[in-house]
């Protein structure tokens, strides 16, 4: 069992669990919108669930005309800038994954590609689900888990999201660096365990 932890600032009690995974309405908005060009990286570790019928979105964000964005769909990652875009396409089956993104690299499942363009997404991505043009969601992943989410500026850890339950027991993600939570943006509750 992962125990309670109380923090330092007075905030409840949470209690860590190991995943949490999308029913298909559930989604988390970062609130961050990462600029890769400018020093950002992103490290997540993820549980990628079947999905024969067509590739929803692990995370991701994109302007209109799939413009200034990064998105990972169950059939590989998608960059891109002003002028258009490029796909670093894996072999994504169902399976645990921990992936990297930097400005220059993406590494997946412990192999290295090299970043196709400088990215800066004009918009905050969305964990489980694609923040499509700031208008909607696209893609919330079914049976996608969460396991842990680590966000750098300039090689400083900015936010570094697991998965917890609140005091009242509502599954969410707790940020270790601002001792914040972040909740469900979508409907529904997330599953866990």
Not at 72 to 88: E, F, I, K, Q, R
């Amino acid at each position: 069992m992962i125990p309670t932890r109380f923090n330092r600032l007075g905030l409840p009690p949470f209690r860590r669990v190991a995943y949490l995974e999308s029913t298909g309405t559930q989604y988390i908005d970062m609130g961050i919108a990462p600029d890769f060009a400018g020093g950002d990286s992103i490290r997540i570790s993820f549980h990628k669930a079947d999905y024969p019928s067509y590739a929803p979105c692990v995370f991701g964000s994109r302007e209109a005309g799939v413009k200034n964005g990064v998105y990972l769909l169950g059939n590989g990652l998608t960059v891109s800038d002003a002028d258009g875009y490029s796909s670093v396409i894996f072999q994504i089956t169902t399976g645990d994954y921990v992936m990297s993104i930097s400005d220059t690299a993406v590494t997946f499942d412990g192999t290295d590609y090299a970043m196709p363009r400088r990215v800066t997404c004009g918009l905050p991505l969305f964990v489980f689900a694609l923040n499509n043009d700031g208008t909607g969601v696209y893609g919330i992943y079914s049976g996608m888990r969460l396991y842990d989410w680590k966000y750098y500026r300039n090689g400083k850890l900015a936010q570094h999201l697991v998965p917890v339950l609140d005091k009242s027991g509502v599954p969410c993600l707790f940020d270790e660096v601002t001792r914040t939570f972040e909740y469900n943006a979508g409907t529904g509750v997330f599953n866990y365990a």
